[in-house]
T-cell receptor
Framework: QKEVEQDPGPLSVPEGAIVSLNCTYS??????FMWYRQYSRKGPELLMY????GNKEDGRFTAQVDKSSKYISLFIRDSQPSDSATYLC???????????FGEGTQLTVNP | EAQVTQNPRYLITVTGKKLTVTCSQN?????MSWYRQDPGLGLRQIYY???????DKGDVPEGYKVSRKEKRNFPLILESPSPNQTSLYFC??????????FGDGTRLSIL
């Protein structure tokens, strides 16, 4: 069983829709949670970073963490065609170095 | 501009011919790491380095070597490449537990 589970999609939505992306994890040592966005032929770029349960908002993006359920989510409001990319969840424990990624969800926002 | 630079971006080579992929960062980060990205498997860590002369294995280190002689550089060495090392490779760097900055990737094809 993978430590981090993420539905690979693909997910296709119309422009303006609210998008919900999710990951579950099994390792309770994970304490820091990230969402990366990866465009085709580019490296992952950080979107959101949080270390506590609850919500964190940044513009159209909201990251949600529920440590008791070992579940994290990324919500995208008013989705745009430029949001079309692969979204990767990632997490790391307090012992440091090992960043563990989900498989990534491929999102397409249609004009 | 803060960046992680990988070279080459694309390489086609043959089994057994030693190759090196270079990685350089200009952010004075202590932590650097290498990942490979494969369909259905996501990003997996190969090796990481907490600082100069300090390296350790990640999840999939077999067939790879690294060295960290300078803080800014972290080359990935394939001594005797094999076809199962055909993949998309990413270098990343960060300050400690902070989210990592990724390069734009190196696509290796080993025939």
């Amino acid at each position: 069983q993978k430590e981090v589970e993420q539905d690979p999609g693909p997910l296709s939505v119309p422009e303006g829709a609210i998008v919900s992306l999710n990951c579950t994890y099994s390792n309770s040592a994970f304490q820091y949670f990230m969402w990366y966005r990866q465009y085709s032929r580019k490296g992952p770029e950080l979107l959101m970073y949080t270390y506590s349960s609850g919500n964190k908002e940044d513009g159209r993006f909201t990251a949600q963490v529920d440590k008791s359920s070992k579940y994290i989510s990324l919500f995208i409001r008013d989705s745009q065609p430029s949001d079309s990319a692969t979204y990767l969840c990632a997490m790391i424990g307090t012992s440091g170095s090992r960043l563990t990624f989900g498989e990534g969800t491929q999102l397409t926002v249609n004009p | 501009e803060a960046q992680v630079t990988q070279n080459p971006r694309y390489l086609i080579t043959v089994t057994g011919k030693k190759l090196t992929v270079t990685c350089s960062q200009n952010m004075n980060h202590e932590y650097m790491s290498w990942y490979r990205q494969d369909p259905g498997l996501g990003l997996r860590q190969i090796y990481y380095s907490m600082n100069v002369e300090v390296t350790d294995k990640g999840d999939v280190p077999e067939g790879y070597k690294v060295s960290r002689k300078e803080k800014r550089n972290f080359p990935l060495i394939l001594e005797s490449p094999s076809p199962n090392q055909t993949s998309l490779y990413f270098c990343a760097s960060s300050f400690g537990y902070q989210p990592q900055h990724f390069g734009d990737g190196t696509r290796l094809s080993i025939l």
